[in-house]
């Protein structure tokens, strides 16, 4: 697939238009055989058509932005000035529109980017599935092309955004990341998923899900798009990506917890991941990561995303609980009984906890692990609730580690052709994100692999 590089070194070169790309997108989302229909809740096909023809104009007349004229998708939990923000759900379909976008959706306006459209969620973006009753379910690329009532989930909660990328219908989708939910799709999606430190891009104009967890990033083709992408939604100057060499740089693959309940496909797929960074020169050490151990202790009274989400949803569920995905709902609701002293406390392990995760990974340049434990599960392995809530929390399970340590990570493809999709997922403490995305970048031409 096209890469946000790609497509602005052609628009520079004028080897197309901003109006072209728009389009292929757009023929893409309506395309009947697709998951267009799944995989956006709103299209801005006429609006998208104006921007790309304005961003086409002004490139005639003077040199615009670099990424000027880019299709992206936007996650339906980010407010754009004049629409509601239904965050995947029926229950918000009738609030007040925005009064105005959140600040990562003007600075991406502001570089000249082009929406095409709003992507489905998991409602509130509470589950790693990426199912959604409301508005449908989007597949997984994996499989698709088979039964189609035999379909894969396709990660979530940034369903929409992992598909609308695979699938073309966007060069970028705009995501958030409370505890994988950028990663994980884009793992079961075969695409990049980056999950920054949580305040280094602004939040304000997204609907939350647990404030202290929650953080916005993008999904992509490569390491080197989410890197331009974040770098216009911190805020930032980006002049490129340094170049990184693979051999010696320090990865530690925990031994502990991250590698427990792999299918045989992942675990095959991981085993070659690693053994080509070997191959390359990078020093691997394999160890338990001891603050990995300690983060079940710390969460045996209840979690921060649950927590904190019932603190949101309150009202809401007093009013519409009806409306919700009862699965959602039933998430939310044990927040109600966590004792103050209970958050306080999981609070102060957090800032231990992430002192001591910092310590520990102060000689390596990154830590790696599987971004989810299995392949893509089908849809239909989630009818019922037992297994529902086991498989959620396994595909939660690496991830969510990251947010809790208040870190940043990439998932990248690192399946070989013909297998079933999987995401080796490169991470670091807090504030180490440009560093990160440059490691991302010099492993994933050894990564890949289809």
């Known amino acids: 697939m096209q890469t946000v590089e790609e497509a602005a070194q052609a628009l520079a070169a004028g080897r197309t238009t901003s109006r072209a790309l728009v389009e292929a997108c757009l023929s893409r989302i309506e395309d009947p055989a697709g998951e267009g229909g799944r995989a956006f809740i709103a299209v801005y096909a006429e609006e998208a058509r104006r921007s790309a023809d304005a961003m086409d104009m002004l490139r005639r007349h003077r040199a615009p932005g670099r990424y000027a004229g880019i299709p992206v998708s936007l996650k339906d939990l980010l407010d754009v000035a004049g629409e509601t923000t239904r965050a995947g759900s029926a229950a918000l379909a009738g609030a007040p529109p925005a009064e105005a976008s959140a600040t990562v959706v003007r600075r991406l306006l502001g570089a000249g980017l082009v929406p095409v459209g709003r992507t489905n969620m998991t409602e509130f973006a509470f589950s790693g599935v990426g199912i959604n009753p409301h508005y449908g379910t989007p597949q997984s690329p994996f499989g698709r092309a088979g039964d189609p009532a035999a379909g894969r989930v396709p990660g979530g909660s940034s369903s929409g955004a992992a598909v609308s990328v695979s699938d073309g219908m966007a060069l970028m989708g705009v995501g958030t990341d409370t505890g994988g939910s950028c990663r994980i799709p884009a793992a079961f999606c075969a695409v990049a998923g980056f999950k920054p430190t949580a305040r280094r891009v602004p939040t304000d104009g997204v609907y939350p899900l647990a404030p202290s967890l929650d953080s916005v990033g993008p999904l992509a083709n490569s390491a080197a798009c989410c890197a331009a992408m974040d770098a216009i939604m911190a805020g930032e100057q980006f002049d490129g990506l340094p170049e990184m060499p693979v051999a010696g740089l320090r990865l530690l693959m925990p031994t502990n917890i991250v590698l427990d309940g792999m299918d045989a496909a ?49 009202s809401l569920l007093r009013t519409h609980a009806g409306q919700y995905d009862p699965r959602v709902a039933n998430r939310i609701l044990p927040g109600a009984n966590m004792p103050a002293a209970d958050y306080i406390d999981l609070v102060t392990a957090r800032r231990r906890l992430t002192a001591a995760f910092e310590l520990e990974m102060a000689p390596y340049d990154a830590l790696i692990m599987p971004t989810v434990p299995v392949a893509p599960p089908p849809i239909s392995a989630f009818a019922e609730e037992a297994e529902y809530r086991r498989l959620n929390g396994l595909i939660l399970r690496n991830p969510s580690q990251i947010n809790f340590l208040d870190g940043c990570a990439i998932s990248l493809p690192c399946h070989e052709a013909g297998a079933p999709p999987a995401g080796l997922m490169i991470a670091a403490p807090a504030m180490g994100d440009r560093r990160l995305l440059a490691i991302a970048a010099a492993l994933e031409p050894v990564l890949r692999r289809h």
């Open 266 to 314: 992942t675990e095959r797929s991981l085993d070659s991941a690693v053994q080509r960074l070997d191959r390359a020169g990078a020093l691997i050490h394999h160890r338990r990561l001891r603050p990995l151990d300690l983060l079940a202790e710390a969460h045996a009274r209840g979690g921060l995303a649950v927590a904190e989400a019932y603190a949101v949803h309150r």
